[in-house]
């Protein structure tokens, strides 16, 4: 998926990660790494917080931060070049943990004098707030500086401020139960005028945002990315899933615990943001890697017509190939011109 760069704000958020390890063993960072992913990889939702002390605070956020930043930007970024002429003054981080899309959000929306936001985090790990904290104070924006973390439970009973602008809900939903999920995604789409909910690109992952979908659609919002349409999902599940993906560096916390090689990785993350004021989604998106051949481009599309399709596009089509030539899996098509420094979608996988 093609995302507008930060460079500023994700240098900051990697340099604040940069010592977070240091004075913890690495093999004990590596046991708290290991026993997460197998949490994280389970389908049994905890009513309890998954992070539950510093160190795995600091395992996590050093592991999967930078992941799950560039998921919730790319998405934000996919989200934004439908919005061109709007941006969040007041950002709820629903389930933020360590500030994970709250970075994200400022890298999406940069904040100044000028454009100032309230950032509030809520989360029921205190570790994680207290870890939040910490790293924001090493950001440059006040948004991030200034934002309150502040202990909730993240389920049945949730209330969030009625003035609300952007609620972001990012890898959070699989924590919880199915009615604590609902209880989140309803009073979401109460509270905010926009609601960009993130999961990871797991079949389970889009079901819940597939679920999310239409609870934001029932609640009157109305669906701008990565779908070109508000009606129900041309997806059968089971057979399919929708999905998208974006490149990480690694770090040599991943490079160990995962035993490779490489210094990137792809995280898959499925998404939907949806909002109650005028706005026009894409025409078309692109929902698999485009397969190159000789002569021609196949794209895999989700289309306004509320159908999934396969387009060819030849040389005979002149500069449409050549943008086929250079089209990613999740942008926009037909490509769009933006005022905005690169392009929606992610990455190949």
Request: aromatic letters at 6%; a neutral charge.
């Amino acid at each position: 998926m093609h995302a507008p760069e930060s460079p500023r704000t994700a240098d900051q958020l990697r340099a604040a990660l940069a010592g977070l390890l240091d004075g913890l063993p690495p093999k004990r960072a590596a046991q708290a790494v290991e026993r997460l992913i197998a949490t994280y990889r389970g389908d049994t939702p905890t009513d309890v917080p998954v992070l539950r002390d510093r160190s795995d605070v600091a395992a996590y956020a050093a592991y999967r931060m930078p992941a799950t930043f560039e998921a919730a930007r790319a998405a934000l970024a996919a989200f934004r070049l439908r919005v061109p002429d709007w941006s969040p003054a007041r950002h709820v981080d629903v389930g933020g943990g360590t500030g994970s899309a709250s970075w994200a959000v400022e890298a999406t929306w940069p904040t100044g004098p000028a454009a100032p936001r309230t950032t509030l985090v809520l989360d029921w790990a205190e570790p994680a707030l207290t870890l939040g904290g910490e790293l924001a104070r090493e950001a440059g924006s006040a948004a991030l500086r200034d934002a309150r973390w502040q202990r909730q439970t993240i389920g049945a009973g949730i209330a969030l401020p009625d003035d609300t602008d952007l609620v972001t809900v990012s890898y959070v939903l699989g924590e919880l139960t199915a009615a604590d999920r609902r209880s989140v995604v309803d009073e979401a789409a109460r509270a905010a005028q926009a609601v960009v909910i993130v999961e990871p690109g797991t079949p389970d992952g889009y079901l819940r945002i597939r679920q999310a979908r239409d609870q934001l659609i029932a609640a009157g919002l109305r669906v701008v990315a990565p779908c070109p349409h508000s009606a129900e999902c041309p997806i059968e599940p089971g057979n399919d899933w929708c999905h998208f993906a974006t490149r990480v560096n690694r770090s040599s916390l991943h490079r160990k615990v995962k035993g490779g090689e490489l210094s990137y990785e792809d995280e898959k993350f499925s998404y939907v943001a949806a909002v109650r004021f005028p706005a026009t989604p894409a025409a078309g998106r692109i929902v698999r890697r485009p397969q190159l051949r000789k002569g021609q481009v196949l794209l895999e599309l989700c289309g306004t017509d509320e159908k999934l399709r396969r387009e060819t596009v030849t040389k005979r089509h002149g500069p449409l190939y050549r943008a086929a030539r250079d089209a990613a899996w999740g942008d926009a098509w037909p490509p769009e011109q933006s005022a905005e420094p690169g392009r929606e979608g992610a990455g190949d996988a």
